[in-house]
């Protein structure tokens, strides 16, 4: 089973989110007896989705917004994602208290490619390696400097992805 894990990402932390989740769907399904080849692209340098069996995209997000690069490629490959089993997961809320999710936009994503979930999980602030602009939007904002990740939410969503598309393919492969 070949499954892309595409994300996009500013500065990294998004990726290592997929990186975690692509390891913990692989897992679940070598645990259920499923070869698993799973792929983390960026966006950005996926060309097709012909040979993938299902996706997992992810965008960082920014004031509520996922990525340009996230939004265009949902866009450019929807008639393909609407055939394909999706997952959608959404890195940058940061502090105790995640901000408010652009509801509406993720809403009609979820809808238009038919996802089958959609999560949202903190993400990483670290200004030394934001850019000018950024660091005035964090510093205005009042955001701390952490890592607002959790991984074990993270591999555990991965590994659930992982044992729903196991139990589809030893289904089909009975059938």
Sequence with gaps: M???VAVATRHGATREIAEHLATSLGSALT???V???VEVR????VTTLDGFDAVVLGSARYLGRWLEPARTFAESFSAELRGLPVW???SGPVGEEPEPEDQAAVDDLVRRLGAREHRVFGGRIDRQALRFPERLVVTALHVKDGDFRDWPSIRAWGYKIGATLAAAAV?????
């Excluded at 960026?42 to 340098?45: A, K």
Aim: proline share 5%; net charge negative.
């Design 2 to 4: 070949k499954i892309l």
């Design 31 to 33: 645990d259920a007896g």
């Design 35 to 37: 070869a698993p080849e």
């Design 42 to 45: 960026d966006v950005g340098l």
């Design 88 to 90: 959608l997961f959404s």
């Design 171 to 175: 289904a089909g492969s009975t059938s």
